[in-house]
């Protein structure tokens, strides 16, 4: 379970890798909230190696999507697997994310 | 010596002359250790182990007064005798003296053994008392002081003192000394280089150091001389061995070295202390979690009495519902309403989290929704009402609760629903249908907007309203596996004629089946209607 943050071009791309869950969700705020400080303000998160998102991990992408949201900048989610998909439709969380099927795309929407 | 009294009484039968033997005492006077008569006195000038034996001439006759080999100063004295008695002297004694010399050792063994039995039985018997002090207490600083006495008498040692390591300072403090009050004698760092308990409690053996050597000011008020410094080490049952703290011992009588044997009955001591201030750990460790269990324990059971009994909205309603928390609170509810006019409101909710905070959004949230649900039968007026409600205490937390909250109207067969991201909510027909009751809106919390509502037909006593949280669909089973959304589907299917009791009685069997013992990762409930 890591996240691993780099950059594409102006874009800060962050993988997530096995789960988002309670355990973690405060590392993976964190590591945003800091490229944020930095100045940062085209985010996308990559879920193409993310199994699993329980609702603590959920609260905290709604956290960080309007944090990114107040300093002007964009977040975008990429690479969400069936599950995941069904999920976000399920909760209507689809409806507060800009969702790319894939991180070329992704990159492409900012 | 009773025996040799009656080899010398049967000597001087056989021979006419009396025999005794002489002992030296403490004050430099002879004393009869055993003779052929109880009156005999003393020969004048006995003759030293390197000398011949000595011919005495006294009042009553003639002695030979020879001198026994061995590690006491001992003489065998033979005469007076009878007629013709004293020609026989030198021939008597060496008939004699073997005899006594070899009963003498043999009775100077048996006393030497006594001795080292006695000093040993005082150790042992110590060590027996300390057992007994320790285990009567529950606390090392109950008894400490008592120990300290104990074993000073045993050794012969004025000043004592019991040094335990505080983990959280990393020092030595004195919790027990004999010779000072042992809350004004200052912590010793573990670390500190002058300081013998630190450095025995460092190396983890024991030292002995002469007066010479005191140079921490901090053991100076109870060191005296030479002191020794014993760790206190404590064995796991895994067979690890960790210093717990130091016992000193120092000011002997008479400035005697400590002995091997002292050593040894200290590292004992030590020992036995270090059990005992492990076991007094773990007693109130073991206290702390119970109370910890026990306030859990309440916590449930408060948060449990929150949700109402099933039978608030029969009859116009059957419903069951069951709520099992993955910790001792959780972040699962459901609530009940009686509407009037025969409706019935029925909600299901998660907060988006686990444990006391959860729990304290989730008690929040079901007291506000008592309130306004009364208010109106119109769900999303209802949510609308609850997200006010709680908005403050969500955006401060980071928290949202996903709710479905629909208001059943058997009269007028509809189904009124408001679902914030809910994502199992059902309705299962007579027919085998099944159709879920998608989200209108993101969970609350997460959004400003007021919330939807959505009306559908609803096939009185027939139709089935299935609620259950995603603790049960992801429920993890032995091999990691997710129990998933379509097997508790099936089974509901299956006995969607049954009352909303058994049914739920069915969907928790695969549930267990599916988990066995593995631990619960989120909260399960689960609530079946019909109306």
Known sequence: MSFSIKKQGDIVVVDVEGQLIVGNRQELKQKVLDELEKGEKKFLIDFSQTGYIDSSGLGVLVSLSKKIREQGGELRLANLNDDLKTLFELTKLDTLFQIADTRERALESF | ?531
Not at chain 2, 481 to 489: D, I, K, S, W
Request: proline fraction near 6%; charge should be negative; charged fraction near 20%.
């Open chain 2, 1 to 531: 010596m009773k025996e040799l009294d009656v080899v010398l009484t049967a000597f001087r039968e056989a021979t006419g002359c009396e025999a005794a033997v002489w002992l030296e005492g403490p004050n430099g006077r002879l004393v009869a250790t055993a003779s052929s008569n109880a009156g005999a006195s003393p020969p004048p000038f006995p003759p030293a182990h390197t000398e011949p034996p000595r011919r005495v001439i006294t009042a009553r006759g003639e002695m030979l007064v020879t001198a026994i080999s061995g590690p006491r100063a001992a003489w065998l004295a033979i005469g007076p005798c009878g007629a013709g008695g004293a020609a026989e002297l030198d021939a008597y004694r060496r008939f004699l003296l073997p005899v006594v010399t070899q009963y003498l050792q043999s009775a100077l063994e048996v006393e030497h053994a006594a001795a080292e039995l006695a000093e040993r039985y005082e150790e042992i018997n110590l060590l027996y008392t300390i057992s007994e002090i320790l285990g009567r207490a529950v606390t090392l600083e109950e008894t400490a002081v008592t120990i300290l006495e104990e074993v000073s008498g045993t050794v012969g040692a004025r000043r004592a003192s019991i040094l335990v390591h505080d983990r959280v300072t990393d020092t030595l403090n004195v919790v027990a000394a004999l010779g000072v009050v042992a809350a004004e004698a200052p912590p010793i760092a573990v670390d500190d280089p002058n300081s013998v308990s630190a450095r025995v409690f460092r190396e983890q053996h024991l030292r002995i150091v002469e007066e010479g050597e005191m140079l921490c000011d901090a053991e100076r008020p109870y060191r005296k001389g030479a002191m020794m410094s014993v760790p206190i080490m404590w064995t796991s049952p895994t067979g690890g061995s960790e210093p717990l703290g130091v016992v000193n011992l120092s000011g002997r009588h008479g400035d005697q070295p400590f002995t091997a044997g002292d050593q040894k009955l200290m590292a004992a001591i030590a020992t036995q202390i270090g059990t005992a201030i492990q076991n007094a750990r773990l007693v109130r460790s073991s206290l702390n979690q119970q109370k910890l269990l026990q306030e859990m324990q309440l916590a449930h059971d408060l948060q449990m009495k929150l949700l109402p009994r099933a039978d608030v909205v029969a009859p116009e309603a059957t419903v069951s519902a069951r709520v099992i928390p993955a910790e001792s609170v959780g972040g699962d509810f459901y609530n009940l309403f009686r509407l009037g006019e025969g409706r019935t409101g029925v909600m299901i909710g998660d907060v988006s989290s686990h444990g006391y905070r959860a729990a304290l959004i989730m008690a929040l949230t079901m007291s506000a929704t008592a309130i306004h649900a009364q208010r109106t039968s119109d769900p999303a007026q209802t949510l609308d009402a609850l997200l006010h409600s709680v908005r403050d205490e969500l955006e401060s937390t980071e928290m949202f609760v996903s709710v479905f909250y629909g208001v059943v109207d058997p009269a007028a067969e509809r189904l009124r629903y408001s679902n914030t991201g809910h994502p199992h909510a059902f309705v299962i027909g007579a027919n085998g249908s099944c159709e879920r009751l998608p989200a209108l809106d993101p969970p609350l919390g997460m959004v400003p907007d007021a919330p939807a509502a959505q009306e559908r037909p609803w096939a009185s006593g027939e139709d089935l309203l299935l609620l259950f949280t995603d603790g049960i669909s992801d429920a993890r089973g032995r091999d990691g596996e997710r129990l998933g959304e379509q097997a508790v589907l099936e089974t509901v299917l299956k006995h969607r004629a049954e009352e909303p009791s058994e049914i739920v009685e069915h969907v928790f069997e695969i549930l267990r089946q599916h988990m066995g013992d593995t631990p619960r990762r989120d909260d399960l409930t689960l609530v079946v209607l019909r109306s």
